[in-house]
């Protein structure tokens, strides 16, 4: 390599040619055995060495790119792959690997569909990568109807994605991905009925996916199947059954079969799940320098010595001590318990924290609430918080346990916070609107409910708010905001379709 031959003159065309042809091998070998070690970020910074002498070479510029999606050099890889495209505009694979790194790591759409765009003009000369450009085009535009912030982007965003959809169903019926996002976007747009026989097929060839199975059991909820629905729960967790996602929506479906004390027991058995899943001493130990990747599987099966458990403040009939001084007592011994977690412990992937929190507030924290447990709720609450003070969902459920408790000035404060954090938040936007109506400020609950509806123009609660609102002041919009939310509740999941993860 360090003989390659730089000059770019005619005589010197065949020692160029031969010199690159070993430089290529070298690189070749280098690759298979970095590739081994899973040391992509090195392997990434060889190749990048070689760049100077390999102008205008498609396989060592793809040879990089591959690398740098690899290490996670995300921006790199789609920039090294877009040079790859300007070389080889007919191989349809380049394009779509870098629309698949703007779609799934950068959520860079618009540059996904220009990139899937240029695949779909190379019309059949894109062999079988034609319906693969027409589902990476039909995700940008179905994500883009996810951020659009007024109606008729969205409805226009949606519409292109079905319409993208379709084509790539057409082209491919085989497809299970394809089916499972026609599916996904019919769900979106609440054609639930419609939505099930593309989801059918998919689950036809690929019957044991886990979001084919998740999205079966909302559609199932949203036609309020319930019991239906969480057979068909059980069974993708038999299946996975370390998928949070899914344990999730078991609480809520647990939660209108059997109410939320019997779904406290799933949320128990998921932060048990958190503590053996993540071995929080490896991960503080985790060279972050490394290339090579952690295991996605379980991290150890060593415990770490932290016991994650539900607060139980019940008063008690029988015991030497007072049902307050209990409660107190319980609370001081699982605090310090778990508080070790959000200090010295809190390394590793933002996700496994995330979870974790999720946990706390959308199963445990809301289901003690539901149950009237206020203690309970609270100390969920402090436990998220110890994770992420200033998260937002921390703030909205803080409003919640004081509104519920007589504190409305608190609450509205709270929810302040937490609106300034996420000015989009959708459920800080309905819970803010619906106290202030109930407090007599109803102009201002009557903005704060149409811009929930601005965010989330299928969510009934938000419609039926605002249907209180006008009504308090003798509007006659009352009824159609009424109606409107009697008609999406009607087919509304139990959790939203947009848990389902969009990816290529």
């Given amino acids: 390599i360090g003989e390659a031959v730089i000059s770019r003159t005619p005589e010197h065309q065949e020692a160029r040619e031969s010199s690159m042809q070993d430089a290529s091998s070298v690189y070749d070998l280098l690759s298979i055995a970095m590739a081994r070690r899973g040391q992509y970020a090195m392997l990434s910074e060889c190749l990048e060495r070689a760049m100077k002498f390999s102008y205008n070479e498609f396989h060592l510029w793809y040879q990089l790119g591959l690398s740098l999606m690899a290490s996670g050099k995300n921006e790199g890889a789609v920039s090294v792959l877009k040079e790859c495209v300007a070389m080889k505009p007919q191989d349809p694979i380049p394009p779509l690997l870098a629309a698949k790194v703007c779609i799934n790591q950068l959520h860079w759409l618009e540059d996904a569909v220009s990139l899937s765009a240029g695949v779909v003009a190379l019309g059949e000369g894109a062999g079988e990568f034609l319906p693969r450009a027409h589902l990476a085009i039909g995700l940008c535009r179905s994500l883009q109807a996810s951020d659009a912030t007024l109606k008729a982007d969205r409805d226009e965003f949606n519409r292109r994605a079905l319409q993208s959809l379709r084509k790539a169903h057409a082209l491919d019926p085989g ?38 199975l998740h999205l079966l059991t909302l559609l199932l909820s949203a036609q309020k ?8 729960l059980k069974l993708a967790i038999n299946q996975h059954p370390d998928n949070f996602n899914l344990l999730f929506t078991k609480v809520k479906l647990e939660e209108v079969l059997f109410g939320p004390a019997a779904a406290l027991q799933t949320c128990a058995e998921m932060l048990q799940l958190w503590q053996s899943r993540y071995d929080l001493t490896r991960l503080s130990e985790e060279d972050d320098t490394s290339s090579i990747p952690p295991d996605p599987g379980p991290l150890s099966k060593k415990p770490s010595g932290l016991h994650l458990t539900l607060p139980d403040f019940q008063e008690t009939e029988t015991g030497s001590q007072s049902a307050p001084s209990l409660a107190v007592s319980r609370l ?55 994770l992420f003070p ?13 509104e519920l408790r007589g504190n409305d000035t608190e609450a509205k404060s709270l929810y302040d ?11 800080i936007l309905l819970h803010l609107g619906k106290l202030l109506v109930r407090t007599g400020r109803v102009g201002l609950g009557e903005k704060m409910l149409r811009d929930a509806i601005q965010v989330e123009n299928t969510a009934h609660e938000a419609w039926s708010g605002l249907g209180e609102a006008l009504e308090s002041r003798g509007s006659a919009q009352a009824p159609d905001c009424f109606l409107t939310a009697l008609e999406l509740e009607s087919s509304c999941p139990i959790r939203p379709f947009t848990i389902i993860p969009r990816e290529l």
């Avoid at 976007?185 to 097929?201: C, F, I, K, T, Y």
């Avoid at 199947?225 to 068909?232: C, F, G, N």
């Fill in 175 to 212: 497809d299970p991905q394809i089916s499972f996002y026609l599916s996904l976007q019919l769900a979106l747009v609440r054609q639930v009925s419609e939505a099930m026989e593309p989801l059918q097929s998919a689950l036809n060839i690929r019957g044991d996916d886990p979001h084919s």
């Fill in 390 to 402: 200033a998260s937002h969902s921390v703030l909205l459920l803080k409003g919640r346990v004081a």
């Fill in 332 to 386: 001081e011994q699982a605090m310090s318990e778990v508080s070790a977690i959000s200090s010295a412990h809190r390394h590793g992937p933002a996700y496994i924290w995330t979870t974790l929190e999720h946990i706390w507030l959308q199963a445990a924290g809301e289901l003690f609430m539901a149950d009237g447990r206020m203690k309970e709720a609270q100390f969920c609450v402090q436990e998220a918080g110890t």
């Fill in 225 to 232: 199947h319930y019991q239906h629905a969480l057979d068909t």
């Fill in 417 to 427: 916070e937490a609106l300034a954090i996420n000015p989009r938040g959708h459920q």
